[in-house]
């Protein structure tokens, strides 16, 4: 199988924010005297939908309660300065100038995304962006990977996830794309369970591949250092054309 774009989940692929996400969540479930289970986080916090997670964990609250909580999340994200994930912002730009399409799909609203594309440095680097405004059901439905490859006009099955959450891949597949989960060994098992197919730490491993190819545009290959090479289908710029 070749693939022909790449979509990106934001927190937790590209960006660090496993202890924002985890203090804010937690700080909230302590001032409503509920207790939240690792489980809770991994399904019905990580990569999910606000409103997924009120709904799950946090029914009792008014839609007043919710904006109020929504306003708090939104001064307290504006605040942070984010990290990227090791070697994302480079595989990023690799991919820009070889020509592999690429797509945000994530759970956050839009001014989540400007603020995180400006501190690291991202303008241009994706094709399309599908954020929390662009979808009525979040994940782990399939809606918003769906949405990114009909944007880069491909079909899902053509397309390469990578995400972090279990609910993200569920979403992915859901969307029957291929899915590499990102995370670290020891909490990997959850994603594979889920139906990533791979898992990687982080991107620091992961690197473009220029080959010859009998007379044809150059092949390029996405490879992380284990052995797995998976092709991808690029329109190549100049310069890697003749590499």
């Known amino acids: 199988m070749s693939y022909e774009a790449i979509l990106f989940d934001m927190d937790g692929v590209i960006i660090d924010t496993h202890h924002a996400v985890t203090e804010f969540w937690q700080i909230l479930a302590n001032e409503q005297r509920i207790r939240l289970t690792e489980a809770d986080?991994?399904?019905?916090?990580?990569?999910?939908?606000?409103?997924?997670?009120?709904?799950?964990?946090?029914?009792?609250?008014?839609?007043?309660?919710?904006?109020?909580?929504?306003?708090?999340?939104?001064?307290?994200e504006l605040n942070l300065t984010y990290t990227a994930i090791p070697g994302a912002v480079a595989l990023l730009r690799a991919l820009k100038q070889a020509g592999v399409p690429t797509a945000l799909v994530t759970?956050?609203?839009?001014?989540?995304?400007?603020?995180?594309?400006?501190?690291?440095?991202?303008?241009?680097?994706?094709?399309?962006?599908?954020?929390?405004?662009?979808?009525?059901?979040?994940?782990?439905?399939?809606?918003?990977?769906?949405?990114?490859?009909?944007?880069?006009?491909?079909?899902?099955?053509?397309?390469?996830?990578?995400?972090d959450a279990v609910s993200g891949v569920q979403a992915a597949v859901g969307a029957e794309a291929a899915c590499v989960g990102v995370r670290p060994p020891e909490t990997a098992a959850a994603l594979v369970t889920a139906g990533a197919f791979h898992?990687?730490?982080?991107?620091?491993?992961?690197?473009?591949?220029?080959?010859?190819?009998?007379?044809?545009?150059?092949?390029v290959y996405l490879q992380?250092?284990?052995?797995?090479?998976?092709?991808?289908?690029?329109?190549?710029?100049?310069?890697?054309?003749?590499?």
């Open 41 to 76: 986080f991994q399904q019905h916090i990580y990569g999910c939908s606000l409103n997924h997670t009120f709904d799950t964990l946090f029914p009792q609250l008014t839609a007043q309660q919710r904006q109020v909580i929504l306003d708090r999340m939104e001064v307290y």
């Open 107 to 163: 759970s956050a609203f839009p001014w989540k995304v400007e603020l995180v594309i400006r501190q690291l440095g991202l303008a241009g680097l994706f094709k399309t962006l599908v954020t929390a405004a662009d979808i009525q059901r979040g994940k782990p439905h399939p809606d918003g990977y769906l949405l990114g490859a009909q944007r880069l006009q491909l079909p899902p099955q053509r397309c390469l996830v990578f995400e």
């Open 199 to 219: 898992t990687i730490p982080d991107f620091t491993a992961v690197t473009l591949q220029v080959g010859a190819n009998n007379g044809r545009p150059a092949a």
């Open 224 to 243: 992380d250092g284990t052995g797995l090479s998976l092709p991808l289908l690029a329109s190549l710029a100049p310069d890697l054309a003749r590499a």
